[in-house]
């Protein structure tokens, strides 16, 4: 199992970070009583509500100004009793084409990510904060994010799932409400809990595609929610 990992740490581009020879120590989870998260608004919503049924219910949604660049909804993927789910940012190019999430290159890297730690794509829920591609890729605005936050409580009130990943800083600071927070190194070195949910934050893997540097930290962050999974 040990040589599937590393030749699938090789494929996504990672395999630099072992001719360094590092042996890295497990990192134990450590509550922080001084965390403070901002809850989203409870929104129960009936059992007998299904996400494919929500999926068509928006796929119409003009809610914010990024439906009039949208080709489509990229609502959510994946299996809806899933243990983990994972929130990304904002649909790409090719997500708005195909209406699916993370179905670029950033999403190939993500899907051999996660294999690395046993983890089967397949088996996760993914969305992202907004469900609209903005223009040029920009950071979705915070009246943009508001917008579909309702559409990602539901989401969460639905699949219910054991822990959560929030990939990049857009979608930590939207979740974890961490005001005046400027670096995502603070949300990845400190353990969070959403409405109860152990949280885990790392980059984005588009950022990873875009500087490598950032491949050892990721790697390190995967480590983490492995040992977690392993252990819970």
């Given at each position: ?17 072992f ?101 089967e ?79 885990f934050?790392?980059?984005h ?28």
């Open positions: 199992m040990k040589s599937y990992n590393l030749e699938l740490l090789k494929l996504s581009g990672l395999d630099f970070i001719k360094q020879n590092i042996k890295h120590p497990e990192i134990p989870l450590k509550t922080n009583p001084d965390l403070k998260i901002q809850h989203l608004p409870s929104n129960p919503i009936s059992t007998s509500v299904s996400l494919e049924t929500l999926k068509l219910k928006y796929a119409n949604c003009q809610k914010c100004p990024l439906h009039e660049t949208r080709t489509n909804v990229v609502y959510g993927d994946g299996n809806p009793n899933a243990d983990i789910m994972i929130i990304g940012e904002g649909p790409g190019a090719q997500e708005d084409k195909t209406g699916h999430v993370f179905v670029g290159p950033a999403g190939q890297l993500l899907t051999k990510m996660l294999k690395a730690i046993n983890v794509r397949q088996d996760i829920y993914i969305t992202n904060i907004v469900k609209c591609h903005p223009p040029q890729n920009r950071d979705p605005f915070p009246a943009e994010r508001q917008a579909c936050l309702p559409y990602l409580r539901e989401q969460i009130n639905l699949i219910k799932p054991k822990i959560i990943i929030l990939l990049g800083k857009v979608a930590a600071n939207t979740i974890l409400g961490q005001s005046g927070v400027s670096t995502l190194s603070y949300y990845r070195e400190k353990e969070h809990y959403f409405q109860n949910i152990t949280t934050v790392t980059y893997p588009s950022a990873l595609l875009h500087n490598p540097s950032y491949k050892l930290p990721a790697w390190h962050d995967l480590q983490r929610i492995q040992h977690y999974l392993e252990n819970n």
